[in-house]
Structures are given as structure tokens and as C-alpha cells.
């Protein structure tokens, strides 16, 4: 008999992340840029897939009507009250990003408590899962890219880079200046985040995981002993959809 399979949604600010999963596996994975969706981009984007339901994140609200118009009761709304087999201990919990809350999900599951999530998206987020498996908050900063390209709008002279590993730290050209502080100054704020959450947690033994588009790039070059899972909000979304067969 052949296994269930649900469409996990990721909607990101600019991209849409969509997989086709088992409830133990992602099969395969599309995109769409998040600005152009549409219903009938929906359609287009599953053409092929076959699955019984759908499980959404999205940071971007008014991305989800399209969604709901094309796949209505089956679709499940990833937010702080669905059944997620993790707790939440914060004051506002209406208010923590979908995406994050399937990351903690995603930690909680496949990687072990306490954790620590970075995800390096349009924002770098760092979100918390104490002992006890329950979302207790975490860190918001700038992203790589946002930081990198808000130089160049912001600055008359300051061009925008393509991110690369830097040769030196000590840039002998514009670009080589921007592309270290990219690398080494970022990679320095990450370091010193992860350190301090690690001190308020009384853990150096927490399980830290690390995704989104830049996670690869800056990870490979801090010296610390770090997963990295390109689907982990994916898996998530595929983790909530078992909980609810």
C-alpha cells in the first residue's frame, strides 16, 4: 500500500519553498518567488504531485489566501495553538513567526533538547527549545544579504558584492573590504549570539542546527561543530502533518 503524501508549504519573503513528502521523507522540492504567487501559480508549481493535504508556514499573511483558495479544509495552518508535540513558554505566543515555531518543531524531533535554531533568511533568527521541549524565544538580526545590500542603497560610492569567501581579512579593494566584513564580521555576530544564549541556557551541550540559503557559506567557515539541514522547516511541516493523520 503505498504511503500517504502531504505538499509542505514554506513562505518565505522572497521565496517559496514547496516539498512533497512522506511522513518520514521529503521527495522532492520546488520554488516560486513569494511576490508572484497566485492561485493559479499554486497549481501550476504542484502540477503533478499528488498528495492528500497540505501543510503551510508563511511570514508573509497575505500569501495565505491564495493557498486557501486552492486547497481549502485540507489545508493546516501552521500558528501557535496547532498540535506541534512541543510547548510554547513565551508571553505572546500569537505572535512567534510560523516558520520559526516549524523549526523548533523540526529540533525537537530530529535533533534532541536543548536546542538552538539559526536560520539565515531574509532576517537571521535564533530560536530556543529548553530542556523540558518547550519554544522559550530566541534572537532576531539582520541577514547577510540584507545587510550587505542595504551598504550599497544606502552609501553613494559602495557597490553591491556577490558573497564569496574572502582570500584576506584585510580587503586591498572595495569589494574585497565589503566581502570581509560579510564573512568575518558576520560570522563574528553569529559566534557571539550563539555564546551568549548558550551562557543564559547553563548548556554548552545544546543541539544546534542551522539553516536557510546563506546557513552552508557561513557555518563552513566558523570552526564549530554545527548541522546544517537546507529542509529543516520543511521536515517541521512534514513532522506536523503526521500529528495530524
Known sequence: MPQRQRLL????????KFGLATSETILERREHATRELSPDAVREVTRGWAFD??????VVPKAVPAFREVFGEKLIELCHDTNMGVGIRYPKPESIGPDRLANAVALAHMHGAPGIVIDFGTAVTFDILSADKFYIGGVIAPGLRLMTDYLHERTALLPRVDLHEPVSVIGQSTEAAILAGAAFGYRGMVKGILEALKKELGSNDAHIVATGGDAEWIISGMGESIAVDPDLTLHGLRIVGNLHT
Do not use: E, F, M
Request: proline share 0%; aromatic share 0%.
Open 9 to 16: 508549504i514554506d513562505v518565505g519573503n522572497g521565496r517559496t
Open 53 to 58: 493535504g497540505a501543510v503551510i508556514c508563511s
